[in-house]
Nanobody, 122 residues
Framework: QVQLVESGGGLVQAGDSLRLSCAAS????????VGWFRQGPGKEREFVAA????????MYADSVKGRFTISRDNAKNTMYLQMNSLEPEDTAVYYC???????????????WGQGTQVTVSS
């Protein structure tokens, strides 16, 4: 069992930066690929980024490539999402997720966090 708790959301202006954190409980954190999804107002939940168990591989949605960076610290059981050059279109509830591998994370999530709100004003 893995419990995921997001933090770091807030209200920022377009062009600003924000760093989200996802703290995981349990000793098995390093056994899961983890990633971020988001759900904007009136939109379906969409994939944002993922990182492999070792941190050696990453994946990004086209909409955030070059602006967002995902990372993890297995010693701290924590994952991060550094978001730069934020746009109003990035406004959403951001969820962290854990899956068996980075290749299946977009379709087969084992654990979800409760979400953290990110609002970007223009």
């Amino acid at each position: 069992q893995v419990q995921l708790v997001e933090s770091g959301g807030g209200l920022v202006q377009a062009g600003d930066s924000l760093r989200l954190s996802c703290a995981a409980s349990g000793r098995t954190f390093r056994g899961y690929a983890v990633g971020w999804f988001r759900q904007g107002p009136g939109k379906e939940r969409e994939f944002v980024a993922a990182i492999s168990r070792s941190g050696g591989s990453t994946m990004y949605a086209d909409s955030v490539k070059g602006r967002f960076t995902i990372s993890r610290d297995n010693a701290k059981n924590t994952m991060y999402l550094q978001m730069n050059s934020l746009e109003p279109e990035d406004t959403a509830v951001y969820y962290c997720a854990a899956a068996q591998s980075i290749t299946v994370l977009q379709s087969s999530v084992h654990y979800w966090g409760q979400g953290t709100q990110v609002t970007v004003s223009s």
